[in-house]
């Protein structure tokens, strides 16, 4: 069975601290992806990448940094985080024919 | 560019009656289309999609689509659902010609099902 996992499913962190979250895909999959959910408003790319250390900016990436040393890991970095980034993230994986997304099981964060 | 307009943001229905889940798309290209479903507290789940063939895409637990070219449409079905049908579903597309990056997702309808 196919796996996207991430590291935390909820995590509470304070302003200003520095916030890891971490994915992981056992599919082999070349291109990895960040999105953020936010109620009323879908699911927004964050950053995505098609290979190691190669990364691409999606839609909303201001404040944020992603980090891919491994095929397998994908890392988004918030480097000093703020109450307006309470919110879900999803990591997801695909080939490069892509046809579909495998989304991982999400993780909520609230900076308080 | 595309974009994807889910029309109904709440949906409530009652158990065993049918639903219907509405979703255009607008894309200058050709497109693939999916389907995904959100339950409380989890991560997306592909429902179907449609890549190319016939227009009526069958997918999981019962549900169906038909692509509308044009009507630039892809909306989703089922024919009596259930109280566990209750989630979140996301309408998503994608340019085939790009077809390894990002999907482009609708904000999503709420499906409630009562009893």
């Known amino acids: 069975d196919v796996k996207v996992t991430q590291s935390s499913r909820y995590l509470v962190k304070r302003t200003g601290e520095k916030v890891f979250l971490e994915c992981v895909q056992d599919?082999?999959?070349?291109?990895m992806f960040w999105y953020r959910q936010d109620p009323g408003l879908g699911l927004r790319l964050i950053y995505f990448?098609?290979?190691?250390?190669?990364?691409e900016k999606g839609d909303i990436p201001e404040g944020y940094s992603v980090s891919r040393e491994k095929k397998e890991r994908f890392s988004l970095i918030l480097e000093s985080a703020s109450t307006n980034q309470t919110s879900m993230y999803l990591c997801?994986?695909?080939?490069?024919?892509?046809?579909?997304?495998?989304f991982g099981p999400g993780t909520r964060l609230t900076v308080t | 560019a595309q974009s994807v307009t889910q029309l109904d943001s709440q949906v409530p229905v009652f158990e065993e009656a049918p639903v219907e889940l509405r979703c255009n798309y607008s894309?200058?290209?050709?497109?693939?289309l999916f389907w995904y479903v959100q339950y409380p507290n989890q991560g997306l789940q592909l429902l179907l999609k449609?890549?190319?063939?016939?227009?009526l895409v069958k997918g999981i637990n019962g549900f169906e689509a038909e692509f509308n070219k044009s009507q630039t449409s892809f909306h989703l079905r089922k024919p009596s659902v259930h109280i566990s049908d209750t989630a979140e579903y996301f309408c998503?597309?994608?340019?085939?010609?790009?077809?390894?990056?990002?999907?482009?997702f609708g904000k999503g309808t709420t499906l409630s099902v009562s009893s």
């Open positions: 998503a597309v994608l340019p085939a010609h790009q077809a390894g990056t990002a999907l482009i």
């Open positions: 990448s098609y290979d190691v250390k190669m990364k």
């Open positions: 449609y890549l190319s063939g016939s227009t």
């Open positions: 599919m082999d999959h070349e291109n």
């Open positions: 997801a994986s695909s080939t490069p024919t892509g046809a579909g997304q495998y």
């Open positions: 894309s200058s290209v050709s497109v693939y």
